[in-house]
């Protein structure tokens, strides 16, 4: 694939001539806001089409602009007057304007967000405390579903939603190693690794990208043959977001049965849940890798009374019939109790449905309609547990729920099976063999008006101290942390290593973190793409730390 590359001087004298939209209507269109001239200025001077560039870009003045930002705001803790806004948001159909607004931001001294989906749990996709762009990828959402050889290019803006119900109505019979939310970005995702259901047997999504055009800090788009096997490396669980601009990933797609079998009970500690969930920290991981066994831990009153208890949610999926999965069950876990009467056997992109509280009869087209899928209103955190949590733990742990005011869950999925076969050093994504879970703990704001509210803080300040209370249980030198879950708590401190490795280790360990600073400093020796927790560039090379 050719490097192609804006010139914006071969442009000038042409458009200065030919264009038939003066900057003044430019500016009327827009409602341009103080500050944002020089941008836009920009943008028309190195436009082919300055009227339809003027319908793909907004101000704060214009009447468009709150609600394309706020449309893919996921998480809507982030949706309030206080949040820091881009001064402009530019939604380019094609990568030509892409180019444009990257050489536009550079030049006038603006940071560049980019918002593929909207799901960065801190909101740094579509937010900022310094002046800033925002490309969103909304308009750039095509999928290539190739059935014949097993691939998809699947462009930055769309959703996983959208690749599934794509694959669906090509075949029953291969889908895409990815997580359960319909509307998380492509463009993204991959770039933090990404997990789902299939996890354990095919590995992260990143595991099976083969391919990506990707535009780098001049301009240039790149495929994995003239990137180089180092930044395509970075880009795959390091934060792509750091290296340049993701427009497309070419996928490997994965064989599945026509029907899958899924289940979903619940136990409680009437049930015995605490022997079932300790035996569930040993058998997850090892058991067949056809199985993925999910959990959800909350803690809840008992019918009407003012007793409290947990109750555990066992989400399994089987890539087979309950006639292997039964005597599988029976053998290997018969007190979770699974019977033929909770088990579904349906389509993959069903089990999607289900993974997302659905029921499976839901027409699959709702996997299209982003705005149809509830949004978050949450703060989240990420732990890996590599010993099982003796029977002690989990009743200080169950205690510790019983204190939150029912808006808490913890989420665990059990790793084990291909995610172990690589190496941590395979992509940056390291947390492979020897890890039994990850947990995501968050608490929601549920009835709250904001995150700042008086209720707000105490949840916030209950999940900080359940973290804490989880440090023994829990992975450590690193304390493992998992990047698409990206916490700010973590710290954000770059200004050196001692301080960048306070979260950079956590995400990535050190050998993939101190690889992935040498390649940022390669493609991005300025360190225009940063942000909160974005891999750093060190005026001090780092042979030298």
């Not at 030509?96 to 536009?104: E, G, N």
């Not at 040993?282 to 199985?291: E, G, H, S």
């Not at 709702?366 to 989990?394: C, E, F, H, M």
């Amino acid at each position: 694939m050719k490097k192609s590359q804006l010139n914006p001087s071969a442009f000038l004298l042409v458009l200065f001539f030919s264009f038939s939209v003066s900057w003044a209507a430019l500016s009327s269109i827009l409602d341009v806001t103080p500050g944002s001239q020089d941008f836009l200025g920009c943008l028309q001077s190195n436009s082919n089409n300055v009227t339809s560039t003027s319908q793909l870009t907004f101000t704060y003045g214009n009447a468009s602009f709150l609600p394309t930002w706020q449309v893919h705001v996921q998480n809507t803790r982030f949706l309030k007057p206080s949040t820091p806004k881009p001064a402009v948001i530019v939604t380019p159909v094609d990568e030509t304007l892409v180019q444009t607004t990257l050489y536009c931001a550079k030049k006038h001294g603006y940071e560049l967000r980019i918002r593929s989906g909207g799901h960065d749990y801190e909101g740094l996709s579509y937010t900022a405390d310094v002046p800033f762009v925002m490309l969103d990828f909304t308009n750039m959402r095509s999928i290539d579903v190739d059935v014949a050889n097993q691939t998809a290019w699947v462009q930055a803006g769309a959703a996983l939603g959208a690749l599934y119900y794509a694959i669906s109505q090509k075949t029953d019979t291969l889908y895409f190693p990815s997580g359960v939310c319909p509307t998380v970005g492509v463009g993204g995702y991959m770039g933090g690794a990404g997990y789902g259901n299939l996890l354990r047997k095919y590995g992260t999504a990143a595991d099976n990208v083969l391919d990506v055009r990707f535009m780098d800090v001049n301009g240039n788009v790149l495929d994995r043959a003239s990137m180089g096997e180092d930044l395509f490396w970075a880009i795959r669980g390091g934060g792509a977001s750091s290296f340049g601009i993701v427009l497309a990933w070419k996928l490997r797609l994965v064989p599945v049965p026509e029907k899958v079998t899924v289940f979903i009970l619940n136990k409680t500690l009437e049930d015995g849940v605490t022997d079932i969930f300790y035996k569930y920290q040993l058998v997850a991981p090892t058991i067949d890798r056809n199985l993925h066994i999910r959990t959800q831990v909350f803690a809840e009153y008992i019918g009407n009374t003012t007793k409290k208890t947990i109750r555990i949610m066992f989400e399994g999926i089987y890539q087979g019939t309950s006639d292997t999965l039964l005597p599988l069950l029976e053998e290997t876990f018969p007190e979770l109790g699974v019977t033929r009467e909770i088990c579904e056997e349906i389509r993959m992109v069903q089990s999607t449905l289900v993974f997302w509280g659905l029921p499976s009869s839901t027409p699959t087209e709702i996997l299209t309609n982003r705005s149809a899928i509830a949004k978050l209103n949450n703060k989240s955190k990420s732990d890996y547990v590599r010993k099982p949590i003796p029977i002690s733990g989990l009743k200080k742990i169950w205690r510790k729920l019983m204190e939150n005011d029912q808006s808490a869950l913890l989420m665990i999925n059990p790793f084990g099976g291909k995610i172990a076969d690589y190496s941590e050093t395979a992509i940056p994504y390291p947390h492979r063999a020897g890890v039994l879970l990850q947990m995501l703990k968050t608490v929601n704001f549920n009835g709250q008006t904001s995150d700042t509210t008086p209720t707000s803080l105490r949840r916030i300040s209950w999940l900080r101290s359940l973290d804490e209370l989880l440090t023994p249980y829990v992975s450590n030198n690193p304390r493992e942390a998992y990047s698409n879950y990206n916490d700010l708590d973590l710290g954000i401190g770059n200004a050196n290593y001692e301080e960048a490795s306070l979260w950079g280790e956590r995400y990535w360990k050190k050998d993939n973190f101190k690889k992935l600073i040498r390649i940022k400093a390669e493609v991005d020796p300025l360190n225009f793409f940063r942000r909160p927790q974005s891999i750093p560039v060190f005026s001090t090379p780092l042979s030298d730390i």
